[in-house]
């Protein structure tokens, strides 16, 4: 069992994946970039440290959970030169497959094993500890850090070599934004017809057109709650990836594009900041009068 374990990007999924090393007995180190309060993790026994260097010192295992590309190169290319040779680094963020490969390398050059590990379940499945971890890299280093995954997460799956964890990812968050955007129009029109959305999700949760996204879209709807990590920004920036991913591979995505165009129509409409199912008031302001 690795002692020492740094968790690089405390963010709304950060946070609680850190806590939950530190519950499972980790001697865990957190790191953000941006200062935050962050009174909840040293309660639950993280120690954050004001700088990056700190974080990593003497660390078996480092977790980074970032928003993008970009952030991860930034975090990598910082922490890598302190990291001792043998160190596993564990990337929890979304990212294309492409930096994915490239940071493995860049690692593997200084002797550091790097995973990735994106997680799908959200900020709930963070603080359960209940995530779906999917891991791309060595298996043999996979089964050396899964005490570390376990702590974070219920289901762990190793997909194959570097790369295949992120390639899962984007394949979940293609059908995620999808069903996503295809639930917010399918119940807008259900709204426009006069429907009850509390009868209609009964009638659908029981039909084909069931589907976990349609289940977390009905309350935010019918709450109009739409403060949320799960962003038109976010998906925007996912579904982003998958389209360059189809076109390295040569892979028609016709309804990932079109939810594409349609997440960034709802970026140019100010909702990039709000909840999906925020998209209904893009919608809305399409529709017509009703005849």
């Known amino acids: 069992m690795a002692k020492r374990v740094a968790f690089l990007g405390l963010g709304a999924m950060g946070q609680p994946m850190a806590v939950n090393l530190a519950k499972a007995g980790f001697e865990t180190f957190g790191w953000n970039r941006s200062e935050r309060p962050f009174e909840a993790l040293r309660a639950a026994g993280v120690t954050i440290c004001s700088n990056l260097a700190d974080a990593v010192r003497a660390a078996e295992v480092v977790c980074l959970c970032v928003l993008d590309d970009t952030a991860a190169d930034a975090v990598v290319s910082q922490a890598l030169p302190l990291l001792h040779r043998g160190t596993v680094m564990l990337d929890h963020s979304t990212l294309s497959v492409a930096t994915t490969r490239r940071l493995a390398r860049a690692a593997a050059e200084r002797g ?145 594009d079109s939810a594409l165009a349609l997440y960034q129509d709802g970026q140019r409409a100010g909702l990039g900041e709000l909840d999906a199912a925020a998209l209904v008031r893009l919608l809305a302001a399409r529709s017509e009068e009703p005849r």
């Open 112 to 256: 550091v094993h790097y995973l990735d590990a994106p997680v799908s379940g959200g900020t709930g499945g963070a603080a359960a500890g209940t995530l779906t971890i999917m891991v791309g890299g060595d298996q043999a280093v996979f089964e050396q850090v899964r005490d570390v995954l376990q702590a974070m997460g219920r289901l762990l799956c190793h997909m194959g070599p570097s790369g295949s964890g992120q390639g899962t990812k984007l394949v979940n968050q293609l059908l995620t934004a999808v069903h996503s955007a295809a639930a917010v129009e399918a119940l807008h029109l259900g709204q426009r017809l006069g429907l009850d959305l509390e009868q209609l999700h009964t009638v659908l949760a029981a039909s084909f057109g069931a589907s976990r996204m349609l289940d977390r879209t009905v309350p935010v709807l019918q709450q109009q709650a739409f403060a949320s990590a799960f962003t038109v920004d976010v998906l925007s920036k996912d579904l982003r990836l998958i389209h360059a991913l189809g076109q390295d591979t040569g892979t028609a995505l016709p309804l990932a």
